[in-house]
């Protein structure tokens, strides 16, 4: 059984940044996603980390977001970094993904993927 708990969101001004941690319950062996949840919209792929480490990123997060990984902390993290306002959302660590080329790979491209969530962590971005 893995449990996901999210951590780390709050209130920043546009430019700011902010980090998320998910904390894992079981070793971290498998693949991570973060996605999120913009007020009236579906859920949507952030970012990806692959059990090698790999990372995946959505268009409108690359070169801003990083996804990484502390195996010893048993801890996902998805730095964000000159945030907007339509950041702004509810963001979920998840695990799941598929078997791919000799490693479990998470891409936040294929929600339907992961089967187990953590109960999400509040980003507002303010203008």
């Known amino acids: 059984q893995v449990n996901l708990v999210e951590s780390g969101g709050g209130s920043v001004e546009a430019g700011g940044s902010l980090t998320l941690s998910c904390k894992v319950s079981?070793?971290?062996?498998?693949?991570y996603g973060w996605f999120r949840q913009i007020r009236g919209k579906d859920q949507e792929g952030v970012a990806g980390i692959d059990s090698d480490g790999s990372t995946t990123y959505v268009d409108s997060v690359k070169g801003r977001f990083t996804i990484s990984r502390d195996t010893a902390k048993n801890t996902v993290y998805l730095q964000m970094n000159n945030l907007k306002s339509e950041d702004t959302a509810m963001y979920y660590c998840?695990?799941?993904?598929?078997?791919?080329?000799?490693?479990?790979?998470?891409?936040?491209?294929?929600?339907?993927?992961?089967?187990?969530w953590g109960q999400g962590t509040q980003v507002t971005v303010s203008s």
């Open positions: 998840a695990s799941g993904g598929r078997w791919e080329g000799g490693k479990f790979h998470c891409s936040p491209h294929r929600i339907w993927e992961f089967g187990t």
């Open positions: 079981e070793t971290n062996r498998y693949c």
